[in-house]
Antibody, heavy 121, light 108 residues
Framework: EVQLVESGGGLVQPGGSLRLSCAAS????????MSWVRQAPGKGLEWVAN????????YYVDSVKGRFTISRDNAKNSLYLQMNSLRAEDTAVYYC??????????????WGQGTLVTVSS | AIRMTQSPSSFSASTGDRVTITCRAS??????LAWYQQKPGKAPKLLIY???TLQSGVPSRFSGSGSGTDFTLTISCLQSEDFATYYC??????????FGGGTKVEIK
C-alpha cells in the first residue's frame, strides 16, 4: 500500500524553527517528485515547495523563500521541510504529497494525513 | 504565478442534482489541470488529472473538461458522499504550483 506519514508538527513561538518529516512506503520513492502543501485553519490549499526525484531542483512559494528548505533522503524514503523564522501566518496543517506520475511534477496523489504546525506565543 | 479562480465559492444542492464547478486560469495552462475533493478533517483526494482523465477508483459521475484557461468539473448525479469542498490545481508551471480557492458543495 502506498503511504505517506508526516510527523514533526507542534506548537512553536514566532521566530522559531521546526522540521517536518514525511515517511514514504509502498512505492519507489526515488522516482517521484515530492511536495509540501499547507492549509491554514478554515482556508484553502497552498502549495509550499517541491523537489525533484534526485533533489537537483527545488522550488518554493514566494512567502516561504529564504525561510523554508525542502530536502529528501532517498536512502531513507523520507522527505523533509525545515522551517525557520516561523510566523503566525505559517500556522497550518502541512501535507506531504507525491506526484501522480514517475519523473514528472504534476497532480498530487497520494497525500499524507497532515501534521499541524501552530505558530503562537 | 498563475492565478486560479474558482466559482462559485460555495453553493447548496440536493442529492441527484447535476452540478458544475468552474475554474479559470490567469493564463493558458493547456490541460495541466487537476481536481481534488476534500472532506472535513481529511486530506484532499485526486479526482481528475489532465483536465479530463478520471483517477482510478473515482466514480464515473465525476467528469472534467476544458483546456487553455477555462475548465469545469461536473458531478452528473450528486450523491450524499459528494458533499465536500473541491479544488482545482494547475501544474503547467511546476516551479510555482497553484490551487483555486475552493468550492464548497453543501446540502440544500
Amino acid at each position: 500500500e502506498v503511504q505517506l506519514v508526516e510527523s514533526g508538527g507542534g506548537l512553536v513561538q514566532p521566530g522559531g524553527s521546526l522540521r517536518l518529516s514525511c515517511a514514504a512506503s509502498g512505492f519507489t520513492f526515488s522516482s517521484y517528485w515530492m511536495s509540501w502543501v499547507r492549509q491554514a485553519p478554515g482556508k484553502g490549499l497552498e502549495w509550499v515547495a517541491n523537489i525533484k526525484q534526485d533533489g537537483s531542483e527545488k522550488y518554493y512559494v514566494d512567502s516561504v523563500k529564504g525561510r523554508f528548505t525542502i530536502s529528501r533522503d532517498n536512502a531513507k524514503n523520507s522527505l523533509y521541510l525545515q522551517m525557520n523564522s516561523l510566523r503566525a501566518e505559517d500556522t497550518a496543517v502541512y501535507y506531504c504529497a507525491r506526484a501522480r506520475m514517475v519523473r514528472a511534477p504534476g497532480a498530487f496523489d497520494p497525500w499524507g494525513q497532515g501534521t499541524l504546525v501552530t505558530v503562537s506565543s | 504565478a498563475i492565478r486560479m479562480t474558482q466559482s462559485p465559492s460555495s453553493f447548496s444542492a440536493s442529492t441527484g442534482d447535476r452540478v458544475t464547478i468552474t475554474c479559470r486560469a490567469s493564463q493558458g495552462i493547456s490541460s495541466y489541470l487537476a481536481w481534488y475533493q476534500q472532506k472535513p478533517g481529511k486530506a484532499p483526494k485526486l479526482l481528475i488529472y489532465a483536465a479530463s482523465t478520471l483517477q482510478s477508483g473515482v466514480p464515473s459521475r465525476f467528469s472534467g473538461s476544458g483546456s487553455g484557461t477555462d475548465f469545469t468539473l461536473t458531478i452528473s448525479c450528486l450523491q450524499s458522499e459528494d458533499f465536500a469542498t473541491y479544488y482545482c490545481q494547475q501544474y503547467y508551471s511546476y516551479r510555482a504550483l497553484t490551487f483555486g480557492g475552493g468550492t464548497k458543495v453543501e446540502i440544500k
